[in-house]
């Protein structure tokens, strides 16, 4: 018992100082990864240190659950392949201590981490994520005039939507300039041009200077609609022209609000409250907008009815409205049943209705439907684009729901990964486990990347795009679990190719040479008679198989699964050909073992190929023949 404590202890300490190694690595790698896509909101916008210091921490507790996974996968790799590179794993195990029990101690630490992964997600990464989400909006409005893109309008500054074709970043120069100013409202809209321009901020850092060059300014003097055959405007040309627009481009944190609705700021409760109400919502919301298209459409009015709601809608709803709801329910299948007994009438005949109206008013009647049916067209679309909006927030909150499951379970998945595949390389450092370790995370991120991109897509199920990845990879834990405790060759490439040959029906072929060493000359008159007897039965079993036909085939393979006595004398052709190998490979004679090389290597227990047992018992007649011609001729006839 001591000595397994002190194994623990051992094991423990192996695996702890590697773990702290490669989870700083993990994070480094990530943490440039996530940097290299934000490194133009950082660079050259006049941040303090203490700002600087700040985004990196939040970054660094946010990508957390992401390195955890990737350095539990390293340090299990290289700890288990130190201890079988070293040979205490082979001595570990002669001890009579299998390869699970080692496993023990960390399997219990992982299973600790897996739940602190899950606790970190669920409350330290939300306010992390709420945190560096405002601090990377804060940054956007820093110094704006290096996040003025080229051939795209940019509306950073509140009121003005700015459009540059073309950028100097050294000189900070702008080319061909276009500025819509709505500050005064749509009604009085400011229109420049301008060949050239230059955006700097004041010293104060409380304002922005624009300077135009050779340019043109146009502006709508008559406010109100803008749907007036004859409005006023003023047009200025100008050679150069300076505007000061208030703007703070210090450095000032974002609102919370701006923030806080993002699925990624909320923890396990907040979802699973967020995702109750919008399902909620969205469901009426929809109901709401077919009995609004249904109105428009028919024209005709529709109350409110029983069956328009569900039983979660009901159930929050107030008791007098329900039974409102019930007694509508009950008039209106009392007036549906009325109505049933009556006689319907004709349908109107549209035509003949056009026809007895005057072009002028068939004219009318045809822009007013054209127009009703724009209308609803476009009112269908905004309506589809919202409702699509909704499923894809709702959708967003459940990829964040089930993803911090996942997560924390790819800790302990990615364990029973590394120690056991530790154990059968046999390699330490970091050298061969790394580039494992890399190719094994790469998989799996390529995987749950798919997977999230297709839920979010609304393709397949979200829980089951979430859990793609951990379907895909958990299989391969237990494998080389299973393998490493069973201490089988997983590696062994040779075991792979024949498994394939034998797959493929790839034979191997006889290489039979002469031996140097001969003990025990073969005894060539009971070869010959032995010869003459595999020739007779070869013969006897080739004549009882089906012909090479469809119906032939289908009666061979009944023959193979129902009659022992095929299988006994098959098997019993290819005994009697190996006995005849192994005794006439002693032979002195290089023609003998010429003609044994040509017999075939023979799978009684495969029922595949078929026309291969016919060709394989002819090679067999063939060969026999003559190596029994030739011992007769040259071997006997000269004793």
């Keep these: 018992m001591k000595l397994i404590k002190r194994l623990d202890i051992f094991i423990l300490n192996n695996y702890f100082t590697l773990f702290v190694g490669t989870f700083c690595i993990s994070l480094f790698v990530v943490m440039m990864q996530f940097l290299w896509k934000y490194i133009d909101d950082l660079v050259g916008k006049g941040l303090t240190w203490d700002v600087y210091a700040k985004f990196f921490f939040y970054a660094a507790e946010s990508l957390v ?102 950028k100097n970043k050294e000189t900070g120069m702008l080319y061909d300039i276009v500025i819509y100013n709505l500050q005064e409202g749509v009604s009085r809209a400011h229109i420049i041009l301008a060949d050239s321009g230059k955006l700097e901020t004041t010293s104060d850092k409380m304002h922005l200077l624009l300077h135009l ?90 109350e409110a009815r029983l069956s328009d709601y569900d039983s979660l809608t009901l159930s929050r709803m107030d008791t007098n409205v329900v039974k409102d709801l019930q007694k509508k329910e009950l ?32 004219q009318r009647i045809m822009m007013n439907a054209v127009q009703k049916a724009t209308f609803q067209e476009m009112d ?63 998989t799996y991120y390529i995987i749950d990347t798919f997977g999230m991109k297709v839920c979010r897509e609304g393709s397949i199920p979200v829980w089951f795009g979430m859990w793609l990845s951990t379907f895909v990879m958990a299989p391969l834990g237990v494998f080389f679990t299973i393998k490493s405790n069973n201490d089988s060759a997983v590696f062994n490439m040779d075991a792979y190719v024949n498994l394939w040959k034998k797959l ?67 098997e019993g052709i290819n005994l009697m050909m190996e006995y005849v190998v192994e005794v006439l490979s002693n032979s002195k004679d290089r023609q003998v073992l010429r003609l044994l090389n040509g017999y075939p290597v023979v799978d009684t227990r495969s029922f595949r190929f078929y026309r291969r047992r016919r060709k394989d018992l002819r090679a067999i007649i063939k060969y026999s023949e003559q190596i029994k011609e030739h011992i007769t001729s040259n071997i006997l006839g000269k004793v």
């Design 65 to 166: 659950p992401m390195a955890l996974p990737l350095a539990i996968l390293l340090a299990s790799l290289i700890s288990f392949g130190n201890i079988g590179e070293r040979l205490e794993l082979l001595a570990i195990k002669a001890a009579g201590i299998s390869l699970l029990r080692t496993m023990c101690p960390l399997i219990v630490l992982n299973a600790l981490l897996a739940l602190g992964s899950f606790h970190f997600q669920n409350k330290i990464v939300p306010e992390a994520q709420q945190s560096l989400k405002q601090m990377l909006q804060s940054m956007k409005m820093k110094s704006p005039e290096l996040d003025i893109p080229e051939g795209a309008f940019y509306d950073g500054i509140q009121g003005i939507n700015l459009y540059v074709k073309q």
């Design 213 to 302: 060059y050779e340019g043109e300014q146009f502006e709508n003097l008559q406010g109100g609609t803008l749907k007036a055959n004859n409005v006023p405007y003023r047009r200025e040309t100008f050679v150069e022209k300076h505007f000061i627009i208030d703007f703070d481009t210090n450095f000032n944190l974002a609102d919370e609000e701006s923030v806080a609705g993002s699925a990624m700021t909320k923890d396990l409760h907040q979802l699973t409250h967020d995702i109750d109400s919008m399902e909620v919502v969205y469901d009426s919301l929809s109901r709401a907008y077919r009995d609004a298209m249904w109105r428009n459409s028919l024209n005709v009015p529709h």
């Design 380 to 442: 269908a679309n905004d309506k589809a684009y919202y409702m699509d909006w909704g499923d894809k927030n709702i959708r967003r909150h459940k990829i964040e729901f089930w993803r911090k499951f996942t997560m924390a379970l790819a800790c302990l998945m990615f364990f029973f990964i590394g120690a056991p595949l530790g154990a059968i390389i046999r390699k330490g450092g970091l050298g061969f486990p790394v580039v494992v370790a890399v190719i094994i995370f790469i």
């Design 331 to 362: 008039a209106y299948q009392a007036q549906k049943a009325k109505t049933a007994t009556k006689v319907p009438h004709s349908p109107l005949n549209i035509d003949s209705l056009l026809k007895a109206v005057n072009p002028q008013q068939k």
């Design 504 to 570: 493929l029906g790839i034979r191997p072929k006889r290489n039979i040479v002469r031996k140097e060493v001969i003990i025990h000359d073969p005894d060539y008159a009971d070869m010959h008679e032995t010869l003459e007897q595999l020739i007779s039965t070869s013969r006897e079993y080739l004549r009882s198989l089906p012909r090479s036909t469809f119906f032939g085939y289908m009666r061979y393979i009944v023959r193979f699964w129902f009659s022992k006595r095929e299988d006994m004398q098959a």
